[in-house]
């Protein structure tokens, strides 16, 4: 039953993920202005973070009830640390910036400032994407041999 959980928490994390960035993203993009695009891009990738906390929250807890120490033995522990820090870097470091330049304007040094930021949180996300395509491929957990 535990599996089952965890491949669900992963399937709604990544999975949710991939298709706001790499398919509603773009499509805003295409059909609105930059501004309400971004608006509503920020909002999706703001709510995706949440669940993305919650999920790898419950996935990396269960990981190290049955782990302890050694959750590290293994690349799946460290994985599942580092697109949870991806997480909180993106929605509690950067975006707040992001936000505060957009209400700024982006114009000038402000744009420049955001467009910097913006290329960091889109490189942070494809680490996290690339990271849950591994968990996705082979398992939060490593396969018992029987």
């Not at 990396?60 to 909180?88: A, E, H, T, Y």
């Not at 996300?125 to 041999?145: D, E, H, N, P, T």
Request: glycine share 12%.
């Amino acid at each position: 039953m535990r599996e089952a959980v965890e491949r669900i928490l992963l399937t709604v994390w990544v999975g949710g993920m991939w298709t706001v960035g790499y398919i509603v993203a773009p499509v805003l993009f295409q059909m609105l202005s930059r501004i309400q695009a971004g608006t509503v891009a920020g909002q999706l990738f703001s709510i995706m973070s949440y669940v993305g906390l919650v999920s790898g929250g419950l996935l990396l807890i269960s990981l190290i009830l049955d782990s302890g120490k050694q959750l590290f033995r293994q690349w799946r522990g460290p994985v599942l640390i580092v697109m949870l820090l991806v997480i909180c870097v993106g929605q509690f470091v950067l975006q707040p910036q992001m936000v505060a330049l957009r209400e700024a304007g982006l114009q000038g040094q402000h744009l420049h400032a955001f467009m910097r930021l913006h290329g960091f949180s889109q490189v942070l996300f494809l680490i996290a994407s690339l990271g849950g395509l591994a968990l996705v491929m082979y398992g939060v957990r490593a396969k018992q041999l029987t």
